[in-house]
T-cell receptor
Framework: EAQVTQNPRYLITVTGKKLTVTCSQN?????MSWYRQDPGLGLRQIYY???????DKGDVPEGYKVSRKEKRNFPLILESPSPNQTSLYFC??????????????FGDGTRLSIL | DAKTTQPPSMDCAEGRAANLPCNHS???????VYWYRQIHSQGPQYIIH???NNETNEMASLIITEDRKSSTLILPHATLRDTAVYYC????????????FGKGTLLTVNP
């Protein structure tokens, strides 16, 4: 089954403790992206990747890192999490950012709580 | 990307067709209209998209007006599981292929 898989689904942690949210897709998609969703603010893009080893900042990249060493994986790293990063996070993938007639597919989300 | 306008909420009876409107009056010629939905904090689910022509798939139909300034998503036989927030999005070219979700329409399907 074609899917985008995120782990963990839920995490409660403390300020400053490094964490990684993994994202994997099995559709051989070139494009991957991370979003966060907060009440009243909608979905905001954090980082995106057009292909292996190609990543760039979205609208709200501060406090986050990403890497794209393999096509299928696009982990989101919080080196020193802070309470303002408490949010619902979504990973998405698409065939390519060059083909707008190819939809983005989303994972089920990761709910992070930073205390 | 062109801005979209949707009603904040709509109700529909189970088994009836749900028609969700979207206004995108500033859309340009190479911009696509996409519809997604989100069920209670789950991941946004792709429904359908189109450029100029009407489109139909196993989930829904998309009707785009001839001037492309508005569109309607049609769920032909709504069920309780279709209760969700529906987002109409217009996207254009650009390297970051960012999806910008507005407030959407909360569709409530009633028994």
């Amino acid at each position: 089954e074609a899917q985008v898989t995120q782990n963990p689904r839920y995490l409660i942690t403390v300020t400053g403790k490094k964490l990684t949210v993994t994202c994997s897709q099995n559709m051989n998609h070139e494009y991957m992206s991370w979003y966060r969703q907060d009440p009243g603010l909608g979905l905001r893009q954090i980082y995106y990747s057009m292909n292996v080893e190609v990543t760039d900042k979205g609208d709200v990249p501060e406090g986050y890192k990403v890497s794209r060493k393999e096509k299928r994986n696009f982990p989101l790293i919080l080196e020193s999490p802070s309470p303002n990063q408490t949010s619902l996070y979504f990973c998405a993938s698409s065939f390519s950012n060059l083909y707008l007639n190819q939809p983005q597919h989303f994972g089920d989300g990761t709910r992070l709580s930073i205390l | 990307d062109a801005k979209t306008t949707q009603p904040p909420s709509m109700d529909c009876a189970e088994g009836r067709a749900a028609n969700l409107p979207c206004n995108h009056s500033t859309i340009s010629g190479n911009e696509y209209v996409y519809w997604y939905r989100q069920i209670h904090s789950q991941g946004p689910q792709y429904i359908i998209h189109g450029l100029k022509n009407n489109e139909t798939n196993e989930m829904a139909s998309l009707i785009i007006t001839e001037d492309r300034k508005s569109s309607t998503l049609i769920l032909p036989h709504a069920t309780l599981r279709d209760t969700a927030v529906y987002y109409c999005i217009v996207i254009s070219g650009g390297s970051n292929y960012k999806l910008t979700f507005g407030k959407g329409t909360l569709l409530t399907v009633n028994p």
